[in-house]
């Protein structure tokens, strides 16, 4: 196994990095950890099966495009034969609620019991990407869940763009949720990445993030934007909105590629719109087509998805069958079209998204 401190210099004297003193200052952390969970297992008492010691994970907050997600998977990838998994936290807490949901259908009382057993089992290291909490079934059950793969001695290592007091801030019932900060306080090093760097934000300024027609070189564009973005093979993320599932049929490292249909060909309103917005940092949408009263129902979501995009400040880049201006120039809406065809504009600055 060979620590992260040693594949970050591999990479920067390679030229696939660049120093950056925010990310330097956490790799001691990651080696730490990586040294406990190599430790061999140890036996305490003749009767007693060996066991191995806890290893405190890490908490890993700051902001948008500073690398959190990137050095997260370079220390998961460099783990070897250590049994962990890395997963999207909001991916991680929809598979739970299901196997909580057959759980109880099979007759379990405390169906949180055996699902928390069924993953201390399967890995020593869990690491989440993105660690938010908005809605109040997750907040009731993080705090045991966590508890009991704690106590199982599995290590967590997460990102997230809050310090960990403002995790489901102002939420319903909160003080119940409060001991989970605690938990994480006792059993995760608390890290802040400063750094004046967005290197996502970076790769994107100046760069063209909206293209027009939809034809071969605009795929090829947008495929290359993706591939660079989202940094490794993505998987479906599936969000669950007051029962109804909606799923992004791509997602990695905080960045979603959908096409146009995915999103505004199906009965979707302003509360699931929101729900993507508060998981994705930057949309690859596709195959926008011209907007007029034989789509009428679509061009009326994709109203209502860009300004939630527009509201939450999410990056956006897209292929189209015309510019803004021209997408939606006949029938009813076409007035009301016009905010929309501005915040297309407007989002295509170069410095779109750095006020969040």
Known sequence: MTHLTELYQQKINAGE???DPAQEAVLPHFDHIA??????????????KATYEPVQGLYLWGGVGRGKSMLMDLFVDSLDDVPSRRVHFHAFMQEIHAKMHKARQNGVEDALAPVAADVATSVRLLAFDEMQITDITDAMIVGRLFEALFAAGVTVITTSNRVPDDLYKNGLNRQLFLPFIGLIKQQMQVHEMVSPVDYRQDRLTGAQVYFSPVNAEASANIRAIWEDLSGGPAMPLTLEVKGREITLPAFRNGVARAGFYDLCGKMLGPGDYLAIAEVVKVLVLEDIPRLSRNNFNEAKRF?????????????????AAAEP???YVEGEG???FERTASRLREMQDKDWGQRT
């Open 17 to 19: 990095l660049k120093p």
């Open 35 to 48: 040294a406990g969970l190599k430790a061999p297992p140890v036996k305490r008492g003749i009767f007693r």
């Open 303 to 319: 109203v209502t998805l860009i300004d939630a995009l527009y509201e939450a400040g999410v990056r956006l880049i897209c292929s």
């Open 325 to 327: 201006e021209m997408l």
């Open 334 to 336: 076409t007035f009301e």
